[in-house]
Each structure stands twice: as C-alpha cells, then as structure tokens.
C-alpha cells in the first residue's frame, strides 16, 4: 500500500515538473516574441536644405555594426520644410518607428543698399534691400521707422526674417532733401482771337518739376470775355507736392469781328477772277500756288499802309487797287487759295516792334508757310516765304531779328 503510495506521488511531481517547465517555455517564447532591443534613436534631426539622414544615424551605441534600413520612403520627404517626418527603419529583424526632424536653424543672408530722396516721402522696406535668401524664405521690416521729417543723413536698420523666426540685421543709408524749387511752366503764350471765336488755353502748356516730373497745370482764365475786343490776361499755375508753387501769365488779344464781312461776295468774286487769270488748269498743287504767289507780288506795290480790321476789304484793296501793306498781301493771296480749292491757316508774327501777317496752307497733305510779302534790304529780301517748314522759318527768324516768330499753339506742324 506504501509503495503504489509513492508511485502515485512520484507520477504527479512529474506531471507538476513537466507542466511548470511549458509554462516556463511558453513564458520564454512570449517574452523573446515581445522583447525588442532598444537599437535605435526616436529622433534625428537635420538642417532644412540637407538630405535627409542616413538610417546608420538613427542607430544607438549599442546597435552600432547592426544593419538597419528605410522601410520608409524617405525621398517623398521635403527636406526644405521645417516639421516632424515619422519614418519606419528595420534592424535585423525588428521594426522602429523614429522621427526625422527638419529644423532651420541659419539666419537669412542679405545685402542693403543706400537710398537718397526728399523729406516727407514714403519708404518701403523692401527700397533698401538689394538681395536676401533662406531657405525658408524672407520677410523684410524696418527694426525702426525711418524718421520722413529731416533732410540730412541716417542710418536705417531692416530686419531680414525667415519662416522659423531667424533674423539677419543690415544697415544702409537714407539721405533726405529738402525741395524748394518750383514747377516750371512752358507753353504759356499770347494769343490773339477774332472775337466770338473759342479759344484753347492749355494747348502746348506743361508744367514739369524738379522731384515730382509732371505737374498739372492749372488755368484761370476767369478774366477772359472772347466775346468783347479787348486784351485780357491769363493765369497759369502749378503746385508740387512739397508746395511750391509757380505761376505765368499770357495776354488773350481778342480783335473784332471783320468790318466788312457784307463784302465777302464781292471779294470771293474778285478772287475768282484772279484764279482764272493765272490760268491754272492741268498744274500741279505746288506750280497752281507758285503762280498765285508771283501774281500777288507783281500785282501789289507796298505802301505800309492797311485796315487791319477786315481781311475782306484788304483783299478787295489789293485786287482794285494794288497796294497796301502786309496785311493787304496775306489778305489777298488767302482769298485766291481758298477761291482754288485750298485749305489755310492764318499766321501772325509774336513780338517785335510792328505785327506781320501770312498764311500757312495745306499741300498734298502737307501743311507749309506762305508769304508774298516783299521785304526790305535789313530781312534779305530774296529770301522767299514760299512752302516753308517751321524749321526754315526758325533759322531765318534767328538771322533776322524774329522776323518770323509765331506761336504754333492751335496751328499744324509742317514736315
């Protein structure tokens, strides 16, 4: 009874032994199934604009000389931008999940440059800057507001700022004047009108200033009244930024109206008269005006004399009676142009001593100067006005005295 006692205890020992050492290996398995060696780094960081780094770098001490591997695709990772990248890297046989941080870390780089300008002017940061880079890109401020308000020299700091907050400082000057010059208004020329007619006071008149270019010119011309003969004076003016300001003055000469204009179908009928006499048929536009020009200087005797009141009744007075002054020539050879067909403009001598009057006409498209006027020996005399061009007319003027100063507001250019 002893003995079948033993062997029963003998037999469940065993059972127990062999029980305990599966647990034991079954313990052992799940331990070495979940036990992973701490080989590699939870992070690794690199500057923005490198590559991105090699897996040998996530590796701990203790895993150097292990093999270790990108599971992940690191070449999908924009090195270039800031931020946190989770990467998976496998050594021997266990997986790590690791961060690839991308940090920027370098200041931007850049260079100023100077700026010179007037006070009260508004700079923008970006005037001083000749160049700047990061990686992460670049914001341009001032580290403080240029002072606008006085002229000399000062040093402007800007700011240079990347996107992950780094900062560069430059340095560059600001040199500020003050501008006290005034515009300066051209074109601003006396004008002489029939009265009745409209007249354009800001044709060819300009204003330019020193810091500002063009300025708008401003025009009173209140005093003005083109319906009654008269001379009349108007006011230009014009204003820059900084306020100075600058004014001219031009007389308006409104004349009457023609005194004689019930004579008009007389002198239209005289002209025609003398159109058919030069017998222009089959001539070309410049011969038909070559004739008409001679017929008036060999029909005309000049006596200084003229009603410079109606251009109908000196017309009709150089074709009945041949004499007269400038006046009565321009008048005549006008009316003959315009009895043949031709445009006019009439045209009267700026300044000098004595007024002189002639016509520009239109030629093939062409607009030139005519004059049949005779002139005495002091004005070179065989020098004929006959289709010239302002330029012609500027030298002869500048050899004699202005004798052919005009204002060529409102009037064509020639070639």
Known sequence: MRKKRGKRR????????????????????AFLRLYKPDLVRETVTVEAGTPAAEAAAFLREEGEGQEIRYLSD???????????YPVE???????????????????PEGSSRDVAGWVGDIFWPEAFLESASDISGVTVSFRREPDRSQPGIQTVELLLTDGAGNQTVLTARLTLQTDGEAPV?????????????????????????????????QVDASQVDLDTPGVYTVVYTAEDQAGNRAWETALVTVEPEDTAEELRPEMEELAREAVEECDLD????????????WYV?????YTGTSDKTSQIHEAIQGFTEGQGDCFTYFSMLKAMMEA????????????????????????DGEWYHIDSCPRNDAHNPS????????????????????YYNFDHTGLPQTP
């Open 10 to 29: 003998k037999k469940r020992a065993a059972f127990l032994l062999s029980g305990l050492v599966l647990i034991l290996a079954a313990g052992l398995v």
């Open 74 to 84: 690191v070449s999908a990772i924009d090195c270039t931008i800031p931020g946190s």
């Open 89 to 107: 890297l496998q050594v021997g046989r266990y997986h790590y999940h690791s961060l690839l941080e991308v940090v920027d870390t370098v200041p």
């Open 185 to 217: 208004i051209t074109g601003a020329l006396d004008q002489t009108v029939t009265a009745g007619d409209s007249i354009s006071y800001r044709a060819g008149v300009t204003a330019a200033d020193n810091r500002d270019g063009e300025v708008e010119v």
């Open 282 to 293: 089959g001539m070309s536009s410049r011969n038909q005006l070559y004739t008409m020009f």
């Open 297 to 301: 200087k060999n029909h005309m005797n």
């Open 340 to 363: 043949a067909g031709f445009e006019t403009r009439d045209v009267t001598r700026q300044g000098g001593e004595t007024r002189h009057f002639w016509s520009l006409v239109l030629v």
């Open 383 to 402: 020098w004929y006005c006959f289709l010239r061009t302002d330029a012609e007319l500027e030298e002869f003027s500048q050899q004699y005295g202005g």
